[in-house]
């Protein structure tokens, strides 16, 4: 297997070598990553300006690109820059969850977006600030989901988050779940303001939910896609409802 790893911690990512000597255990890794932290950009894209791609070592058996630019970029360079083929994306490990709303902004979500804009299947890996250390010892008990339930042939697109707890009761097949963080500008003074937010604390119980799934102690795992047509209504137009 053939797998591309990129983030948008950026390459100092606590996280990453451990991360890339994990997935050596499936197969061969290339590993892009940005230069700098680009959480909250989403699908985005640079082609205004040229951009610094470096190879870099992180330690004596890591080597990774290292580019300045967006989680998506590094996809695409991953693909098209190193004209390389791939049967696996995993972006991550996040730090910080991607749940409910906010995965429209997660630069960890966009870049699994951008490897199933170009078929490749493609998981969005993340977890809580405080147990990183914790998430690697999820891996095994995630990826043997994963290929039991085979999951990667069902779908090609998965948003993954593991729970603040060592030890998961679970892994739950979840759905999007509404809104996660409260957002407000916070003023800094001299005309600066900070996007500041916190997470909204209330509980439904519902474990179909990516964010009750994760608080209550499971592994989430949220089946998506790219295609954002709404087929209903399209369905509706199509059968004569609505004609122009």
């Known amino acids: 297997m053939r797998i591309l790893i990129v983030n948008d911690d950026g ?21 892009v990553v940005p230069k700098h932290e680009q959480s909250g950009k989403s699908q985005a894209i640079d082609f205004l300006h040229p951009v610094e791609i470096r190879e870099v070592s ?3 058996d890591i080597t990774v690109w290292a580019m300045d630019s967006t989680p998506a970029d590094c996809v695409r360079f991953g693909t098209s820059g190193l004209h390389q083929t791939y049967d696996l994306i995993l972006s991550g490990i996040n730090r910080g969850y991607n749940l409910g ?59 993954v988050n593991f729970p603040r707890e060592a030890s998961p009761k679970g892994v739950r097949v979840t759905h999007q779940g509404g809104e996660f963080y409260s957002d407000a500008f916070e003023y800094r003074g001299n005309d600066l303001y900070m ?4 997470p909204v604390e209330y509980d439904r119980c519902d474990l179909t939910i990516d964010i009750d799934a994760t608080r ?24 004569g409802d ?3």
């Open 58 to 60: 992180l330690a004596e």
């Open 242 to 244: 609505s004609q122009a």
């Open 11 to 31: 390459m100092n990512a606590a996280i990453l070598p451990d991360f890339i000597r994990w997935a050596r255990k499936l197969g061969e890794v290339t590993c």
């Open 195 to 198: 996007q500041v937010g916190s």
């Open 101 to 159: 709303d906010d995965i429209a902004y997660s630069g960890t979500v966009g870049a699994i977006n951008e490897g199933g804009r170009l078929g490749i299947p493609s998981v969005a890996l993340s977890t809580d600030v405080d147990t990183l250390d914790e998430a690697l010892g999820m891996l095994d008990y995630w990826w043997d989901f994963m290929e039991r339930t085979k999951l990667l042939e069902k779908g090609s697109l998965y948003n």
């Open 216 to 239: 209550a102690g499971y592994i989430s795992v949220t089946p998506m896609t790219c295609n954002k047509t709404d087929f209903g209504i399209l369905k509706s137009l199509r059968n």
